[in-house]
């Protein structure tokens, strides 16, 4: 039986868990938090909840870091040093330089490869969880230098175990690309939702746009510090396009406002 | 048998027209375009296609104006001459002021309101009309000066024959809530599917946070340039919350940027 350990049973790792078990695996998973890797396990996420790493590593063909990304970085030794030679270490964190330059220094830097599974919802926790959460999104990995290839292949097979479609993206690829489509679109609606609002005037749209604005603070904030300068970027090309949309309404210039709501429009129905 | 004419069958008056003959209404629907009206009628939402505005308004019990706000204000006199004289008018466009003030301006100004009812979705037209669109919904009421007592419970009553909440409100204070909460969403979710994007790497959240960038380009010229000083001070108020984010990302303070983050998720969970 192919057995995984999942170190953070919140909403990644637990579907991870729950898609991996309806695959056949056998799961074990361990939280920073003993309830909730206790919860996975009643929630049928995981098989079991061992009360420490080394036990959770026992026997385990994979182990998969889905916990914030500093915590990967500060993992990752103590993870290649005790998991068995055989196993595949990959992460799920939201931004993957820092992580994929930490695997690159490991001894089994061969055996590592950086993941990032797009999908994610605003809420968090194992009670979240389901094994369907990643049914045709893409699994980007991400390999370091040093990553073999017979390890891309494993993290390729992995992702579509659990429905996903893999991608291959050096790190740096990855993390400017998610400023535009992740990390901007957070910042977006936390703005958004933090303007006053009437909230009987709210109709589905501005739910939609404020939806991502409940998601974890602490958790986002790592996120946007450990990818700022691709965030940066994003949002100044973000607040150059609203200056764009600034002057045409103060100059009442019906032409370029509609051009601008066009060229919305072509993006979303490429 | 109470009888509605609804000029404009598309999404919003296809929808009113469909909810009313659900409720026992007797539907007269027009269009400009006569392919939408006729399509009304096979799809259930009207009666009836009049082949002119005469023989629509014919024994009205309401008039329901569902076009956009310009095309209401240029009918507003026409209505009011021709529709019978028990007839409550009320219209349903994004921006109120230009359209109360035209309804004050009428002989009838006593039986005229402004309406708006939140709803809506970026899709248009008669096929993505539903009886359900207004469910739960607020329904803005916005007399003019001259509008009566009597014209404000009619409107309210037909607000909730459409399964709505009516809340009457200033038509000022309508187009300054409704430029945070429908036009600064709009404005900001354009300009986000504008930036080039790597398809591969879109999830949920920036499905949810495009959606509306889908809408009708000429529409949104015309709410926006209607509106333009409330949208103007509301995009001035989400720049100047961006500036901050952009500051305390550069400076790499973790705690601002958590706060703001913060700030948005109390935002949507009031």
Not at 241 to 258: F, H, K, P, R, Y
Request: charged letters at 20%; aromatic letters at 4%.
């Amino acid at each position: 039986m192919t057995v995984a350990a999942v170190v953070g049973t919140g909403l990644i790792g637990g579907s991870l868990g729950a898609a991996l078990r309806r695959a056949g695996w056998y799961v074990r998973g361990t939280d920073a938090n003993p309830l909730a890797a206790a919860d996975a396990v009643d929630l049928g996420l995981t098989d079991e909840a061992p009360v420490d790493l080394p036990s959770c590593f026992r026997d385990a063909d994979v182990v998969v870091l889905a916990v914030p990304v500093a915590r990967i970085v500060d993992l990752l030794p103590a993870v290649d040093a005790h998991a068995p030679a055989r196993a595949l270490i990959i992460d799920t964190g939201s931004v993957k330089q820092p992580v994929v330059a930490a695997m690159e220094a490991l001894p089994g830097a061969d055996r590592a490869v950086g993941g990032h599974p797009l999908a994610g919802s605003h809420q968090g926790g194992p009670a979240a969880a389901n094994a369907d959460l990643f049914r045709g999104q893409t699994f980007v990995l991400c390999p370091s230098t040093r990553t073999s290839t017979e390890t891309q292949e494993r993290a390729a097979s992995l992702a579509q175990t659990v429905g996903s479609v893999p991608h291959i993206l050096s790190a740096p690829e990855h993390d400017r690309s998610v400023a535009v489509t992740s990390h901007l679109p957070q910042v977006l609606s936390s703005l958004l939702a933090s303007l006053p609002a009437d909230r009987r005037l709210v109709g589905p749209g501005y739910r939609d746009m404020t939806r991502l604005a409940g998601s974890d603070a602490a958790l986002w904030r790592d996120i946007l510090l450990y990818n700022r300068q691709e965030v940066l970027a994003a949002v100044h090309a973000f607040r150059a396009s609203l200056d764009g949309m600034t002057q045409a309404l103060a100059a009442d210039n019906g032409e370029v406002v509609e051009q601008i709501i066009a060229r919305g429009r072509a993006g979303v129905t490429v």
